[in-house]
């Protein structure tokens, strides 16, 4: 029988039950010192028939901060907070990642005590801040020197060991959509003369490091990497995307990790992507490859046939569909998505989404 949507997949160390995978999605729903709280529990337990959940992008230090009300996963209180998470979704049979995120210079100082955010450059965003008190433009960020880029791969390996201490089967290093790592590959952000900047090599030094040190300390068969060569959002540009992205792929295969995803494509505005070869890129990488955007069920399962993806992250539908996988299981219809809620508050879009006839 041909491989679908509902075959099993082995992800490294990761045994997923089917190849329905739950993307990061950020809600801005965390308690007091980033610490996660009932329902952020009951949020993930209700989605755990995903063959595997990726949570909301996590901090890994105080200045990796962007925006109001995130989880971090770099305190003790953050370990157990994320420790009944795991446990919740362990109980009903799910696995899941915590994806590590700094943001670099999508921040703003009132989110980092005061502090100017960091860069590979000081290039400013154009738009502005989701802070506490609303929209706020960007600061100039400053850019690091050298020195500290190995404070900063510590705090990643840090994040990791928290990350296995909360009882995660995994992480996933964010290096997509405007953050930091990203902001080192693509030469918009990145305009350094040391041996950061410059040539793909360089640019995706601060990366390579970052996942050797994670690779290290947790195991490459429980470490993803999230890239998204053509997303736009948070002013993102490169002058060579599918020879960077190639590059970068290729580079990553060293390693052996569980799997690369992949943001297929543009998201949350920010302009049009600029075209790119996602079969070409897939070819490059050796190991398995998540697809994450726009798919529906009849896309997915037709990427997994096809052998352009093993397992494909739903976004969106996640949001609004905790029962996903019993929903494209009856090809029954999909709640719609109130983005109004997307972006913190109560409980309201967030844990009360129904659930096939209820
Ligand atoms: C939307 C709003 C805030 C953050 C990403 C972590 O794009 C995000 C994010 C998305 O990766």
Redesign the pocket.
Known sequence: MALDLFSPLQLGAINLKNRIVMA?L?RNRAGEGGVPQAMNVTYYEQRTSAGLIIT??TPISPMAH??PALPGIYTPEQVAGWKKITDAVHAKGGRIVIQL?HVGRISHPSLIGGQTPVAPSAIKPAEQA?TYSGLQDYVTPRALDKSELPGIVNDYVHAAQCAMAAGFDGVEV?S????LLDQFLRDGTNQRTDEYGGSFENRARLLMQVVGAVVDTIGADRTGVRLSPVNP??DMRDSQPQALFEYVADALNRFGLAYLHAVEGG??GGGEAVPFDFAAFRKHFKGAYMANLSYDKARGNAAITNGHADCIAYGVPYIANPDLVERFKLDAPLNAADESTF?GGTEKGYIDYPFLGK
């Not at 997509?176 to 953050?179: F, P």
Request: hydrophobic fraction near 35%.
């Open positions: 990061p950020t909301e992008a962007g925006y995120w989701f964010h997509a959509n405007g953050y959002f948070n998201i949350h972006y």
